[in-house]
């Protein structure tokens, strides 16, 4: 059992906002968090490193935020292309630790 | 382009070995951290090993501690991961990552993947 916690799922409509949560002892600080995506049969992607930070090519309809010990996941103007898995990651002492990964529904 | 191209995943019996590998291109390879994580349906993303660029003090998660061994010939732009007793609970699709610098870090994020060599620990 992962030690960030994040839903199993979200879903929304093509246009519309979601957000996928992620929660642990290892989100407050110092701890930071990044996001990722995976879609099946491809390499995984990097989409927020460091809470907030967007690597180049990554649309701005994604974003990230931490608060306290929750870190948070938002993409705004969904789109078809959006459906796949979506993965927290951050770290304690001595391990690389991973949410367990919201799948994303794209009505 | 950064590329990472895992090879050497099979099917194997419980107890058995496989060596995986990583080729890099697109970068240089030997100042950039590279680790193995591993995805099943069971456990969803889980870290395996990482190894800094000069290949000093690789690292690993418990759960393959003493049973996984992680290497790099930099000459070769290639890394290994030698992987011994194996159990039905390895089994996973295995990728590589690149960490966006040189000395493999817990805290780092992972900026390049490839896209997996699947191992199947089966009888």
């Known amino acids: 059992q992962s030690v960030l916690t994040q839903p199993p799922s979200v879903s929304g409509a093509p246009g519309q906002g979601v957000t996928i949560s992620c929660t642990g002892p290892s989100v407050g600080s110092p701890y930071t968090v990044h996001w990722y995506r995976l879609f099946p049969g491809a390499a995984p992607q990097l989409l927020i490193y460091s809470d907030s930070s967007r690597p180049s090519g990554v649309p701005d309809r994604f974003s990230g935020s931490r608060s306290g010990s929750s870190a948070t996941l938002a993409i705004t103007g969904l789109q078809a292309e959006d459906e796949a898995v979506y993965y927290c990651q951050s770290y304690d002492l001595s391990h690389v630790l991973f949410g367990g990964g919201t799948k994303l529904t794209v009505l | 382009e950064v590329q990472l191209l895992e090879s050497g995943g099979g099917l194997v019996q419980p107890g058995g070995s496989l060596r995986l590998s990583c080729v890099a291109s697109?970068?240089?390879?030997?100042?950039?951290?590279v680790n193995w994580v591993r995805q099943s349906p069971e456990k969803g993303l889980e870290w395996v090993s990482a190894i800094s660029g000069g290949a000093g003090s690789p690292y690993y998660a418990d759960s393959v501690k003493g049973r996984f061994t992680v290497s790099r010939d930099n000459s070769k732009n290639i890394m290994s991961l030698e992987m011994n007793d194996l159990r039905p609970e390895d089994t996973a699709l295995y990728y590589c990552?690149?960490?966006?610098?040189?000395?493999?870090?817990?805290?780092?994020?992972?900026?390049?993947w490839g896209q997996g060599t699947q191992v199947t620990v089966s009888s």
């Open positions: 697109g970068f240089t390879f030997r100042t950039f951290a």
């Open positions: 990552a690149r960490q966006p610098w040189g000395v493999a870090s817990n805290g780092g994020w992972f900026d390049s």
